[in-house]
Protein backbone atom coordinates (compact mmCIF):
# COMPACT_ATOMS: atom_id res chain seq x y z
CA UNK A 1 0.00 0.00 0.00
CA UNK A 2 2.80 2.33 0.98
CA UNK A 3 5.70 1.77 -0.86
CA UNK A 4 9.03 1.56 0.53
CA UNK A 5 7.62 -0.08 3.99
CA UNK A 6 7.45 -3.29 4.55
CA UNK A 7 6.50 -5.53 6.94
CA UNK A 8 6.30 -4.39 10.89
CA UNK A 9 5.99 -0.97 9.60
CA UNK A 10 3.66 -1.31 6.68
CA UNK A 11 1.19 -3.30 9.41
CA UNK A 12 1.46 -0.18 12.31
CA UNK A 13 0.89 2.55 9.31
CA UNK A 14 -2.56 0.39 8.61
CA UNK A 15 -3.62 0.35 12.07
CA UNK A 16 -2.24 3.77 12.63
CA UNK A 17 -4.78 4.81 9.79
CA UNK A 18 -7.70 2.91 10.60
CA UNK A 19 -7.49 4.28 14.26
CA UNK A 20 -6.96 8.17 13.05
CA UNK A 21 -10.22 7.46 10.89
CA UNK A 22 -12.44 5.88 13.87
CA UNK A 23 -10.99 9.44 15.94
CA UNK A 24 -12.05 11.14 13.24
CA UNK A 25 -15.28 9.82 12.82
CA UNK A 26 -16.13 10.18 16.61
CA UNK A 27 -14.85 13.92 16.25
CA UNK A 28 -16.74 14.44 12.86
CA UNK A 29 -19.76 13.13 14.38
CA UNK A 30 -19.73 15.50 18.04
CA UNK A 31 -18.77 18.28 15.90
CA UNK A 32 -21.72 17.89 13.26
CA UNK A 33 -24.18 17.29 16.38
CA UNK A 34 -26.69 20.37 15.91
CA UNK A 35 -27.77 20.16 19.63
CA UNK A 36 -27.65 23.43 21.81
CA UNK A 37 -24.86 24.75 23.50
CA UNK A 38 -25.14 22.28 27.48
CA UNK A 39 -26.30 19.77 25.29
CA UNK A 40 -22.79 18.87 23.34
CA UNK A 41 -21.85 15.55 25.73
CA UNK A 42 -23.71 12.92 23.72
CA UNK A 43 -22.75 9.59 21.72
CA UNK A 44 -21.27 10.47 18.85
CA UNK A 45 -24.13 8.63 16.26
CA UNK A 46 -22.90 5.85 13.90
CA UNK A 47 -22.03 7.36 9.93
CA UNK A 48 -25.70 7.09 8.25
CA UNK A 49 -25.59 3.61 6.00
CA UNK A 50 -21.40 3.30 6.23
CA UNK A 51 -20.53 0.65 9.29
CA UNK A 52 -17.36 1.48 11.05
CA UNK A 53 -16.79 -2.09 9.90
CA UNK A 54 -17.03 -1.57 6.57
CA UNK A 55 -14.68 1.98 6.63
CA UNK A 56 -11.93 -0.16 8.21
CA UNK A 57 -11.68 -2.83 6.11
CA UNK A 58 -12.37 -0.23 2.78
CA UNK A 59 -9.23 2.27 4.57
CA UNK A 60 -7.41 -1.03 5.18
CA UNK A 61 -7.59 -2.02 1.79
CA UNK A 62 -7.00 0.90 -0.26
CA UNK A 63 -4.59 2.71 1.94
CA UNK A 64 -6.15 5.77 3.21
CA UNK A 65 -9.58 7.62 3.52
CA UNK A 66 -10.52 10.11 0.08
CA UNK A 67 -13.28 11.90 -1.14
CA UNK A 68 -13.40 9.51 -4.17
CA UNK A 69 -13.49 6.37 -2.01
CA UNK A 70 -16.24 7.51 -0.02
CA UNK A 71 -18.61 7.61 -3.21
CA UNK A 72 -17.42 5.20 -4.68
CA UNK A 73 -18.65 3.32 -1.11
CA UNK A 74 -21.74 5.65 -1.34
CA UNK A 75 -22.48 4.79 -5.11
CA UNK A 76 -21.52 0.85 -4.39
CA UNK A 77 -24.07 0.81 -1.31
CA UNK A 78 -26.90 2.50 -3.28
CA UNK A 79 -26.07 -0.18 -5.74
CA UNK A 80 -26.55 -3.21 -3.95
CA UNK A 81 -29.89 -1.64 -2.11
CA UNK A 82 -31.32 -1.21 -5.70
CA UNK A 83 -30.38 -4.40 -7.32
CA UNK A 84 -29.15 -6.77 -4.40
CA UNK A 85 -25.73 -8.01 -3.84
CA UNK A 86 -24.50 -10.87 -6.07
CA UNK A 87 -21.00 -10.61 -7.13
CA UNK A 88 -20.92 -13.26 -9.64
CA UNK A 89 -24.26 -11.65 -12.04
CA UNK A 90 -23.38 -8.02 -11.67
CA UNK A 91 -21.36 -6.10 -14.04
CA UNK A 92 -20.07 -2.73 -13.48
CA UNK A 93 -18.39 -0.18 -15.73
CA UNK A 94 -16.63 3.19 -14.24
CA UNK A 95 -16.52 6.23 -16.33
CA UNK A 96 -14.09 8.93 -15.35
CA UNK A 97 -10.15 10.40 -16.03
CA UNK A 98 -8.86 6.71 -15.70
CA UNK A 99 -5.85 7.72 -12.31
CA UNK A 100 -6.37 8.99 -9.59
CA UNK A 101 -7.46 10.53 -7.04
CA UNK A 102 -10.97 9.63 -9.41
CA UNK A 103 -10.01 6.57 -10.22
CA UNK A 104 -10.24 5.84 -6.24
CA UNK A 105 -13.59 5.43 -6.47
CA UNK A 106 -13.58 1.89 -8.40
CA UNK A 107 -11.86 0.28 -4.98
CA UNK A 108 -15.09 1.63 -2.99
CA UNK A 109 -17.36 -0.12 -5.61
CA UNK A 110 -15.25 -3.30 -5.28
CA UNK A 111 -15.31 -3.62 -1.60
CA UNK A 112 -19.13 -2.79 -1.81
CA UNK A 113 -20.53 -4.72 -4.60
CA UNK A 114 -18.18 -7.60 -5.02
CA UNK A 115 -17.75 -6.60 -8.41
CA UNK A 116 -13.56 -6.37 -9.05
CA UNK A 117 -11.09 -6.57 -11.32
CA UNK A 118 -10.08 -9.93 -10.53
CA UNK A 119 -13.28 -11.63 -11.34
CA UNK A 120 -13.09 -8.81 -14.64
CA UNK A 121 -16.89 -7.59 -13.63
CA UNK A 122 -16.07 -4.20 -12.93
CA UNK A 123 -13.85 -1.75 -15.87
CA UNK A 124 -12.95 1.75 -15.97
CA UNK A 125 -13.22 3.72 -18.89
CA UNK A 126 -12.35 7.06 -20.02
CA UNK A 127 -14.99 9.80 -20.05
CA UNK A 128 -16.16 12.44 -18.41
CA UNK A 129 -17.50 13.68 -14.86
CA UNK A 130 -17.49 10.57 -12.77
CA UNK A 131 -20.31 8.00 -13.31
CA UNK A 132 -21.05 4.29 -12.92
CA UNK A 133 -23.63 1.76 -14.61
CA UNK A 134 -24.15 -1.19 -12.63
CA UNK A 135 -26.36 -3.88 -13.93
CA UNK A 136 -27.55 -6.70 -13.06
CA UNK A 137 -29.74 -9.44 -15.24
CA UNK A 138 -32.71 -6.71 -16.94
CA UNK A 139 -32.16 -4.25 -14.38
CA UNK A 140 -29.57 -1.18 -14.55
CA UNK A 141 -28.57 1.92 -12.46
CA UNK A 142 -26.91 4.72 -14.04
CA UNK A 143 -25.42 7.04 -10.90
CA UNK A 144 -23.80 10.41 -12.22
CA UNK A 145 -21.96 12.25 -9.06
CA UNK A 146 -23.30 15.71 -9.34
CA UNK A 147 -20.93 18.58 -10.43
CA UNK A 148 -20.83 19.95 -7.33
CA UNK A 149 -20.01 17.06 -5.36
CA UNK A 150 -17.25 15.99 -7.76
CA UNK A 151 -16.07 19.93 -7.50
CA UNK A 152 -15.95 19.90 -3.96
CA UNK A 153 -14.15 16.20 -3.90
CA UNK A 154 -11.06 17.29 -6.84
CA UNK A 155 -11.00 20.48 -4.44
CA UNK A 156 -9.47 18.51 -0.75
CA UNK A 157 -6.43 19.45 0.83
CA UNK A 158 -4.67 16.71 2.55
CA UNK A 159 -5.62 18.42 5.48
CA UNK A 160 -9.36 18.22 5.36
CA UNK A 161 -9.31 15.09 3.09
CA UNK A 162 -10.67 12.98 5.75
CA UNK A 163 -13.06 15.31 7.22
CA UNK A 164 -14.88 15.66 3.39
CA UNK A 165 -14.50 12.16 3.12
CA UNK A 166 -16.52 11.48 6.40
CA UNK A 167 -18.96 14.21 5.16
CA UNK A 168 -19.62 12.59 1.61
CA UNK A 169 -20.59 9.32 3.39
CA UNK A 170 -22.85 11.08 6.09
CA UNK A 171 -25.24 11.94 2.64
CA UNK A 172 -27.96 10.19 0.84
CA UNK A 173 -27.26 8.69 -2.32
CA UNK A 174 -30.06 10.70 -3.56
CA UNK A 175 -27.98 14.03 -2.35
CA UNK A 176 -24.49 12.99 -3.99
CA UNK A 177 -25.81 11.23 -7.45
CA UNK A 178 -27.88 11.91 -10.39
CA UNK A 179 -29.78 8.38 -10.64
CA UNK A 180 -31.37 6.79 -13.56
CA UNK A 181 -33.16 3.46 -13.08
CA UNK A 182 -33.88 1.56 -16.40
CA UNK A 183 -35.29 -2.50 -16.43
CA UNK A 184 -34.66 -3.81 -19.99
ZN1 LIG B 1 -7.51 7.29 -2.86
Known amino acids: MVEGFSGK ?6 LTTIMKVKVNISNF ?5 SGKEGDNVRTPKPV ?5 DLLEVAVSFHGHLGPF ?3 GLKAGLYAVEVLGKEPFET ?9 PPRSCFVDGVQITTGC ?29 VKADVLR ?18 ERSAQDLFEIEEATE
Do not use: F, H, W
Not at 48 to 52: A, C, D, L, P, R
Not at 92 to 98: G, H, L, M
Open 9 to 14: AQRTYV
Open 29 to 33: TMCSS
Open 48 to 52: KSVSE
Open 69 to 71: LAL
Open 91 to 99: KAVVRTEPR
Open 116 to 144: TMGKGNIALKDGEGLSILISRREKRLLLK
Open 152 to 169: AAEEVTSKNMERIALSIL
